[in-house]
Nanobody, 124 residues
Framework: QVQLVESGGGLVQAEGSLRLSCAAS????????MGWFRQAPGQEREFVAA????????YYADDVKGRFTISRDNAKNTVYLQMNSLKPDDTAVYYC?????????????????WGQGTQVTVSS
């Protein structure tokens, strides 16, 4: 089992920045992939970014590439999502997720473990 707890959401003006954190506990993480997803009201959950715990390779959705950065701190068992140049369209609940599938998958159903979510609101 893996437990995930997100933090760092809030209200920010357009072009501002936020950093989300996801603290992981439970099973060991050597082959795990961690992802960030988001879900706006009335919308499906969509992929944002993913990082492989071992090696640190990353993958991003096209609309956040160049603005968001995913990283991990092995010593703290924590994954971060640095979000810069935020837009009102980035407003959503952001979820951290984990999968033992050893690929950087963008499919929500491939992730077995989920955090509770944190709200990000970007005002214009």
């Amino acid at each position: 089992q893996v437990q995930l707890v997100e933090s760092g959401g809030g209200l920010v003006q357009a072009e501002g920045s936020l950093r989300l954190s996801c603290a992981a506990s439970g099973r060991t993480f050597s082959n795990i992939v961690m992802g960030w997803f988001r879900q706006a009201p009335g919308q499906e959950r969509e992929f944002v970014a993913a990082v492989r715990w071992s090696g640190g390779s990353t993958y991003y959705a096209d609309d956040v590439k160049g603005r968001f950065t995913i990283s991990r701190d092995n010593a703290k068992n924590t994954v971060y999502l640095q979000m810069n140049s935020l837009k009102p369209d980035d407003t959503a609940v952001y979820y951290c997720a984990a999968t033992s599938t050893p690929i950087l998958t963008t499919t929500p159903s491939m992730y077995a473990y989920w955090g509770q979510g944190t709200q990000v609101t970007v005002s214009s």
